[in-house]
């Protein structure tokens, strides 16, 4: 039976990037696809493929409960005008305002805990807060798939979810699109960093080291690829690209080509992390990982095996697990890549993800009344 589902996004980028494929998959099989999300000028990927578009803004920071209330309004008239079998969110906002307008309508809407970000990692204002409006919203979602066990417990504990809940592999990795390749076999060793640079992504531990790192072993070189999200970051990078401590790049489109120069990238995250897509998709290209020991990233890394785990926000511990893979042979790093390939092939194949939400529409009653 053909379904009418409606995704709720707060951004393009993460839609395309991340979900596309089961967008793709939902078309094929002759589903109709509805995607609310603030409109980008010029960019018609999604009606191209044959989606319909509503045009919803979403204010992606903060908390300001006029703003909040008003994407409720939004939420309901969107799902009152789609009338959709079925609602896939994504991301903090769309999964908390939108299961609020589903729940009040009678819609069964399935929620991606994508990450918490900054949310949880403090017991301030705003993590109290946000439990709460998880615990009116989500926790009465049809249902609730996580990305790693550290989230999926901390939502149990705090009783923000009841038993409708499931677990992903992350958002998975497209394996055509991240393909293989052997360690660029050169004299300088790179890492890069691939991420917004901020406090919570551990960019001060990531500049640090490599600092610590190029004193010692002058035929490394650090990239960092991303926006500076924030401010008092600019002035900081500039003075260490100029320094040549490291090599800021900017936002890249075609980040693989990037990854392809590397021999490892490196993310010291403080915590907040679904699974991460930056470790999926360097690992899926044969590139050794070296991240922080938080939930997430603990999922795809094997200590020893295809990469290094270190203690987040500890800068010398990093330092230690970038010299322990510098001192390995080239032959030894290689190995580390395959496996890094071999892990992802065997558990986070994007193609699980989607077989898990073409289950749950296969499920899904009839038409909603």
């Given at each position: ?10 951004h ?69 005008k ?184 490196v ?12 470790l ?24 020893g095996y ?7 926000k ?33 558990e ?22």
């Open positions: 039976m053909k379904k009418k589902v409606l995704f709720l996004s707060n393009f980028i993460t839609l395309y990037n991340f979900r596309k494929e089961l967008i793709e998959k939902l078309l094929k099989e002759g589903h109709e696809v509805v995607i609310s999300m603030p409109r980008i000028k010029d960019d018609v990927f999604f009606e191209n493929l044959g989606c319909h578009i509503i045009d919803t803004p979403v204010d992606r920071r903060g908390i300001n409960p006029l703003k909040d209330f008003m994407l409720i309004l939004r939420y309901i008239k969107v799902i009152k789609v009338d959709p079998d079925i609602i896939f969110s994504y991301t903090i906002k769309p999964n908390i305002y939108g299961s609020i307008a589903s729940n009040i309508l009678g819609y069964k809407q399935i929620c991606n805990i994508t990450g918490t970000g900054a949310t949880f990692l403090k017991e301030n204002f705003i993590c109290k807060i946000s439990k709460i409006l998880y615990k009116i919203s989500v926790k009465h979602a049809y249902k609730v798939f996580f990305q790693n066990t550290g989230d999926l417990n901390f939502f149990v504990n705090n009783k923000m979810i009841k038993e409708n809940y499931d677990l992903l592999p992350g958002s998975g990795v497209n394996l055509n699109q991240y393909t293989y390749e052997d360690l660029p076999n050169t004299d300088e060793i790179n890492f890069i960093f691939i991420g917004r640079v901020m406090k919570v992504k551990g960019i001060d531990e990531y500049l640090e080291c490599a600092k610590a790192i190029k004193e010692k072993y002058k035929n490394t070189n650090f990239y960092i690829a991303g926006f500076i999200e924030e401010e008092n970051y600019k002035d900081i990078i500039n003075e260490y690209h100029n320094k040549s401590i490291v090599n800021y790049i900017g936002f890249q489109k075609d980040i693989s080509s990037w990854i392809r120069k590397c021999h490892a990238t993310l010291p995250s403080h915590g907040g992390e679904g699974v991460p897509n930056v999926l998709e360097s690992a899926a290209m044969g590139r050794v990982l070296i991240a922080s020991n938080i939930n997430g990233s603990n999922d795809v890394v094997r200590d295809n990469g290094f785990l270190f203690e987040a500890n800068t010398f511990d990093l330092v230690d697990k970038v010299e322990k893979f510098l001192k390995l042979s080239y032959d030894e790093k290689c190995k580390m890549g395959k496996n890094a390939r071999r892990k992802v092939e065997e986070f194949d994007r193609n699980i993800v989607i077989n898990k939400y073409l289950n749950e529409l296969i499920s899904t009653g009839e038409h909603n009344d």
